[in-house]
């Protein structure tokens, strides 16, 4: 399987990463080299073998109810480009 | 109407009761000031990584088992990727393929009266996910407010199947899943600060073909709403077929202003959530001892409530299912029988379920709000069941307590000399002195004419200010007028 460039130009704008023509053929390279890798793997008989979710065959950790972090809005701001009463301002998005 | 069969499935958001959030440990209390509880894991920062609350578990494998479900022994987290300013990381942590809870159903009650019928709705999943932040549109010249307060807010999304057949059976359905997450400590239930809110997928069909096309409804937070959304909608999409318009596949929005729903986004610009396993997180695993602990701490759920109302209490099945219709309800009928005894369990179903509910209807208020205890409703009870005071007297006695004239029902029928007249010489006195009084009627009926004696039944209760036994009046007036 392999990706056409209308199907990059897709990916990107779900993403709403913006690519020019040169970047979205390089990267149709090689998201392309990558499904290579996967068709080379498919090529492994995986009869009888359950599918794993993790590369790593251990159960999620879990953590007891209680809160321990506190208010630190005025650390978390100050690094936002643009804030007003307390929220964070973003380019009008309604939908 | 008839030639069109509704079709209704529901999804339900159930803000789950924890302290803190699903993944992260800031605080999920509400109306906190903006930002105030959103640490680095909500803002998606660098380098962070979720941690599952375990209380979030314990809230579903709860729900899981109190509708009958299988939880999964091994459920798998995702990433719902999509793109706005209130989901920081650019995905929703949620449960795609392998949810924690599998299957279920849930049995309403439907209507009421001769009408009332059951009716058992299946679910078919219930998975848990975070909430999105929110967006605040005006006021910011032009730009969007973002508050992830309520981002990372543990949820369980509740999947039905589309069993629904009416706007009634989707509100029973709400109603019953609202007062089952409350019964069972999963989720406060309330809906003007979003912990329930429901999306309701609805088409229509000729009874028997397959499913019409869908839209879906989103984001309805209270029962009426969801009813006049469905109701408009499923007009809507009558006529746009019986105009010869195919039905789109579509999200609409429900404007409670008008009674309208508008479309919000079509199929073609339907989101493409990418879903995957989300590799910060393992599966979740969920032993039998666990379950089995849950299981041990589960309270007595509404349908063996019902179920013991019925063997126990000799109550109808339709008087049990509302009882245990809200955990409320239940607990104040189980107090008013424990008083009045189990042998008036009838009567006291009929003052809570008929007068109590009227008065509380009437003054817009609910049953935590009542003046009169279940204990003072029980005491009433008792002195109608030993003949102290008539059913009509009841009603006033009722009243006073509700108004607060007394503490109990003895002191207001003492203080008012409201007790009930069974002394049958002092009956027959009032009978006699009505019999002189009304010979005309007396006439009547020995001329056949029954509607006479109740005239002389009302004349006797009259001069008696409702306080005779009305059976004793009615024996005693028999035998006067026969000898």
Redesign the interface.
Known sequence: MSLSLEQVQRIAHLARIEISETEATTTQGHLNGIFQLIEQMQAVDTRGIEPMAHAQDVAQRLRADAVTEGDRRAAFQAVAPETEAGLYLVPKVIE | MNQWEVVIGIETHAQLA???KIF????TAFGG?????????D?A?PGVLP???????DCAIRFGLSIGAEVAQKS??ARK?????DLPK?YQISQFE?PVVQGGAITVQVGSGDKAYEKTIRLTRAHLEEDAGK???ED?H???????NRAGTPLLEIVSEPDMRSSDEAVAYARALHALVQWIGICDGNMQEGSFRCDANVSVRRPGAPFGTRREIKNLNSFRFLKEAIDFEVQWQINEIEEGRAIQQATVLFDPDSGETRM??SKEDAH?Y?YF?D?D?????ISDDWIARVRGELPELPGQMRQRFIDDLGLSAYDAAILTASQEMANYFESTVAVAGKANAKPCANWVMVDLAARLNKEGKVLAESPVAAAQLAGLIQRIADNTISNNIAKKVFEALWNGEGASADEIIEKQGLKQITDSGAIEALVDEVLAANAANVAEFRAGKEKAFNALVGQVMKVAKGKANPQQVNDLLRKKLAG
Request: with cysteine; charged share 10%.
């Open positions: 924890t302290v803190s992260s440990g800031a605080a000031a903006p930002n105030t509880q959103a640490c680095a894991v803002l920062l941690v599952l609350n375990r209380k979030a578990v798998v987290f990727n999509y793109f706005y300013p650019g392998l967006s605040l549109h910011f032009g730009k969007s407010g973002i508050d992830l919000m986004r493409d990418r396993p590799p997180l393992l599966p979740l695993v």
